[in-house]
């Protein structure tokens, strides 16, 4: 069974930068779409980047600019570059990715467990 395990969250200060990390612990066939999700306090999950299959990203427009989301295909890992934090930022994040684990299963959304990201001085 496949799980996702993430990396990388921790405190920051203001203006900060935090690489997080996102892999597979089962064997993956082939992936798809990767995306970092977050969750603050009392908010709704949101989508804060997304990278295709071919290297195609789109990102939030609260983190463009700030954020770089990127895929390591052969280790079917994804990461995301965090710069210029801001307290707002703080949140849960979590990863997930669009994958089949063999030619012959279906394309599932396996999702991490989240990492904390706290920003603050």
């Known amino acids: 069974q496949v799980q996702l395990v993430e990396s990388g969250g921790g405190l920051v200060q203001p203006g900060g930068s935090l690489r997080l990390s996102c892999a597979p612990s089962?064997?993956?066939?082939?992936?798809?779409?990767m995306d970092w999700y977050r969750q603050a306090p009392g908010k709704q999950r949101e989508l804060v980047a997304t990278?295709?299959?071919?290297?195609?990203?789109n990102y939030a427009d609260s983190v463009k600019g700030r954020f770089t989301i990127s895929r390591d295909n052969a280790k079917n890992t994804v990461y995301l570059q965090m710069n210029s934090l801001k307290p707002e930022d703080t949140a849960v994040y979590y990863c997930?990715?669009?994958?089949?684990?063999?030619?012959?299963?279906?394309?599932?959304?396996?999702w991490g467990r989240g990492t904390q990201v706290t920003v603050s001085s």
């Open positions: 089962g064997r993956i066939f082939r992936t798809n779409v």
């Open positions: 990278i295709t299959s071919v290297g195609s990203c």
């Open positions: 997930k990715i669009n994958a089949r684990t063999t030619p012959l299963t279906p394309f599932y959304d396996y």
